[in-house]
């Protein structure tokens, strides 16, 4: 299989896609185990969130590792340690037992996830790097949907045989390493001695990079703990509907990185569809917890919203290579992934407590200011900053 052809990036991103059950596979087990081990429902979430506890702290250093052994490797080895830790999940006799395999999964997940990028970046460039990369941003929720629709029937038989399952596939995926492409393909300028890996952090470009792809996650992230709430007890939907919003709305989000992975190389279009996403995106949002706003409204506002905050997403994991100024594509590709991980952890921790003060005004300003900041930290081909000065004259 040639690399850079379609059919050996639709494997990289195959890989990525399977990978992503670590995490998704948990979701809708957190009751299960909670009963379980004899531990509460708030307890046992951090099952699903313990797999991506090494992927928000150690990103640069696992991006070091992959630099000198190689992106195919790295993958194998990758499989092998979360396919290993998967089973020994099955296995857990205590609940802190459970967490500590969890993490040590999560090192597979995210060697896996990191090798994968570090591929589609290395042997893709121009129109087809951009696709690649708009296609890559929705294998983590397409991931996390195939999961949760796989896992469910197992919700109230057996826990222990998903994690078990999970493990079969993941070794059974070693037997498609052989067609990715060989060899290590890393940059010498990437090879850094491990004294230098967190020098990224003092890269503006790379910070710009990681707010952008911090805000709106975080945003979205947060959402995935409120929206449930608001929506029964607020507006009174069904719970038995929810999973419907949410399937639809993960659907909606993987239909739009496709889309995005062709529009985003129209260059004269492209740039004026990521602006009106994020202005649209941020206006739905507003509709969805507007006082007034019906049931079906809200419901309808939060799928299509779904939608243009992907499609903003997906232009911004495009962006990675014009913020890696140094050449180095991988520091710039493991620092979006470190701050989508960490998003996961900070969305509800700052969404909740401002979503439940006596007034909506400061989650809607914090709702703006994520939705519009990466058009002000990532370059794009209209003049923005300009026609928002003229804007602002004009106002």
């Known amino acids: ?64 590792a992959i630099a000198h052994v190689g992106e195919r490797r790295s993958i194998i080895l990758g499989l092998v340690i979360a396919g290993t830790f998967s089973y020994l ?25 990191l090798a994968a990028l570090a591929l589609i970046l290395h042997t893709t460039d121009g129109k087809r790097r951009t696709s690649a990369l708009a296609f890559w941003s929705v294998a983590s929720p397409l991931g996390g949907a ?4 796989s896992v469910s029937p197992y919700v109230g038989v057996d826990w222990r045989i998903v994690f078990s399952g ?30 230098k890996v967190f020098d990224i952090y003092s ?20 959402l995935v703990a409120i929206v449930p709430v608001y929506f029964i007890t607020k507006l009174h939907v069904a719970p038995t509907t929810i999973g419907v919003i949410s399937t639809v709305g993960i659907l909606s989000s993987v239909l739009a990185g496709i889309f995005a992975g062709f529009i985003l190389n ?29 049931p079906s409204v809200a419901i309808v506002a939060k799928i299509a919203q779904g939608f243009f905050g992907s499609f903003v997403v997906a232009w911004i994991f495009t962006s990675i290579p014009k913020m890696s100024t140094h050449g180095d594509v991988m ?22 407590p401002l979503f439940v003060l006596p007034t909506l005004i400061p989650f809607f300003i914090v709702v703006a ?3 519009l900041l990466p058009l002000f930290l990532l370059p794009l081909d209209i003049p923005i900053r300009r026609l928002l000065r003229l804007g602002a004259k004009a106002a």
């Not at 493991?334 to 909740?352: H, K, R, T």
């Open 331 to 352: 520091g710039a590709g493991g620092i979006a992934e470190q701050f989508l991980y960490i998003s996961m952890f900070l969305g509800p921790v700052i969404l909740f």
């Open 1 to 64: 299989m040639r690399a850079g052809s379609w059919p050996s990036i639709a494997l990289t991103l195959a890989f990525a896609v399977i990978i992503a059950a670590c995490h998704g596979k948990t979701i809708v087990l957190v009751g299960d185990i909670a009963h379980a081990f004899s531990v509460t429902p708030a307890h046992a979430s951090w099952v699903v969130s313990a797999v991506a506890l090494v992927a928000a702290l150690a990103s640069p250093i696992v991006n070091w």
């Open 146 to 149: 195939i999961a949760i629709f």
């Open 166 to 195: 999970h493990a079969y596939i993941l070794f059974g995926l070693l037997l498609l390493t052989p067609l990715l492409p060989g060899g290590n393909l890393v940059h010498k300028t990437e090879r850094k001695p491990l004294s």
């Open 89 to 113: 999940d099955s296995l857990a006799t205590t609940f802190q037992g459970l967490l500590i395999l969890r993490v040590l999964e999560g090192l597979g997940y995210i060697l896996v996830v």
């Open 203 to 222: 890269d503006p470009s790379l910070i710009r990079l990681a707010a952008a792809v911090g805000a709106p996650l975080t945003l979205a992230l947060g």
């Open 369 to 371: 200011i994520a939705h």
């Open 266 to 294: 129209i260059k004269r279009l492209g740039p004026w569809v990521v602006v009106s996403s994020a202005v649209i995106g941020l206006a739905l949002e507003f509709v969805v917890f507007l006082p007034g706003t019906s």
